[in-house]
Each structure stands twice: as C-alpha cells, then as structure tokens.
C-alpha cells in the first residue's frame, strides 16, 4: 500500500519560515520524481516545486529563491523548506511522485498524499 504522508504545516508570521516533509511508504522512492503542489481556496492546484531521482530541481516563479526542495532517499522523505513567507503562500500543501523520475516539471503524479496547511498571517 503506497502513502505519503505530509507534515510541518502551521500557522506563521509573514516573513517566517516553515519545513515541511514528506514521508513515503510502498514505493521506490529513490527512482521517483517528487513534487510539492498548492492548493488555495478557490484556485487552482498549482505546482510549486519538483525534485527528479537525481536531485535536479526546478520552481514555479513565485517561490524561487524563497522555496528549496530537497529529498533524503535513506529515510524516503521529501522536504520543502520555505522561506520569507508571504500571506500569499497561504494554501494547503500536498507531496506527489511520478514513476518518471526524470520529469523536472510538469509531472503526472501515481501518488499522492493527503496534504497539510500552511497559513500565513499579515
């Protein structure tokens, strides 16, 4: 049974910090490509970051140089460590991998996990 389950959402000051992780369970993880998508009320699910199996990386305009996606294959997690929060970044969060690991962007997710909020007061 494949689960990925997300942790590290809150509550923080704009301008905080925040980690959140990602822990995978039932699947190859190290040939995964993973991303971390968004989702806030009312829009769209867009996607944020992605890590491919052999850690290149890639970010959606809004969060570069504030977001950094990382992954530990050892303990099966994934991690996104957002910086110089802004209420706009406010939305739930949620982990995916996609079979092809050497997708950089656009990928089809097999899996995904349940999500975890992320607000951010003004």
């Known amino acids: 049974q494949v689960q990925l389950v997300e942790s590290g959402g809150g509550l923080v000051q704009a301008g905080g910090s925040l980690r959140l992780s990602c822990a995978a369970s039932?699947?190859?993880?190290?040939?995964?490509?993973l991303g971390w998508y968004r989702q806030a009320p009312g829009n769209e699910r867009e996607l944020v970051a992605v890590i491919t199996s052999g850690r290149n990386t890639n970010y959606a305009s809004s969060v570069k140089g504030r977001f950094t996606i990382s992954r530990d294959n050892a303990k099966n997690t994934v991690y996104l460590q957002m910086n110089s929060l802004k209420p706009e970044d406010t939305a739930v969060y949620y982990c995916a991998a996609d079979k092809n690991g050497l997708r950089y962007w656009s990928l089809r997710p097999n899996y995904w996990g349940q999500g975890t909020q992320v607000t951010v007061s003004s």
């Open positions: 039932g699947i190859t993880f190290s040939l995964n490509a």
